[in-house]
């Protein structure tokens, strides 16, 4: 069954550090992949996805292949970062259902001052 | 315009009772799932409807789940005989079914159950 991991439970940065979540998958076909976020007290909402190669509030994800990784990245954390993060893969086993969401556990990232 | 939303936000049930709870997708979406998340765990997907059916019902744990969507708008999930491990975060998600690697998912608020 396909997987994706997110090796840490909590990350901790100060502000103005760099910083990278995570995240690895199985699955053998061509992966479709994105983060979720999820701030205090609000919903799930979209990050960004490999498909769309796009920056978003200065984040951002290269699918590696070979690492089977989708690692999401930020040069400058700030405060407003600190939520929860979770990769994501959508497909099912035979390559089909790419409806199905597959998610990690999530990383809490905390942004300290 | 406003986005999914999900009735009740809280409910705490017997163990052995029946609960339903509901989702109200974006208007015009066709897709509408459900996800349900535990405690320290990710959403996990329980059901996925195109239209008025069922498309995937892979992810209900057993028969004591089941799901419906009978206007291909509103869905409510039903949990009979609730067990203390049915406590969770049930979450509601819809979409424009577009091309593959573009389907974004809005979710609602979720609904929290907690069976005594």
């Keep these: ?113 | 315009g406003a986005g999914v939303s999900q009735t009740p936000s809280n409910k705490v049930t017997e163990k052995g009772k029946y609960v339903e709870l509901r989702c109200d997708p974006i208007s015009g979406h066709t897709a509408l799932y459900w996800y349900r998340q535990s405690l320290g765990q990710g959403p996990e997907f329980l059901i996925y409807f195109q239209g008025t059916g069922a498309a995937d019902d892979s992810g209900l744990p057993n028969d004591r789940f089941f799901a419906v969507r009978p206007e291909g708008s509103v869905s409510t999930l039903k949990i009979q005989r609730t067990e203390r491990g049915d406590s969770a975060v049930y979450l509601c998600a819809s979409s424009l079914l577009r091309l593959a690697g573009d389907n974004e998912q809005f979710f609602g608020p979720g609904t929290r159950l907690t069976v005594l």
Aim: net charge positive; charged share 20%.
């Design chain 1, 1 to 113: 069954a396909q997987r994706v991991t997110q090796p840490e439970k909590l990350l901790s940065v100060f502000k103005g550090a760099p910083v990278e979540l995570k995240c690895n998958y199985s699955y053998s076909g061509s992966p479709e992949l994105f983060w979720y976020v999820q701030y205090s007290r609000q919903r799930l909402q979209l990050l960004l996805r490999h498909i769309s190669r796009e920056s978003i509030k200065g984040f951002t994800a290269d699918l590696n292949k070979g690492e089977t990784s989708f690692h999401l990245k930020k040069p400058f954390a700030q405060e407003e970062d600190s939520a929860m993060y979770y990769c994501a893969h959508a497909g099912g086993d035979s390559g089909g259902s790419n409806y199905k969401l597959t998610f990690g556990k999530g990383t809490l990232l905390t942004v300290n001052p």
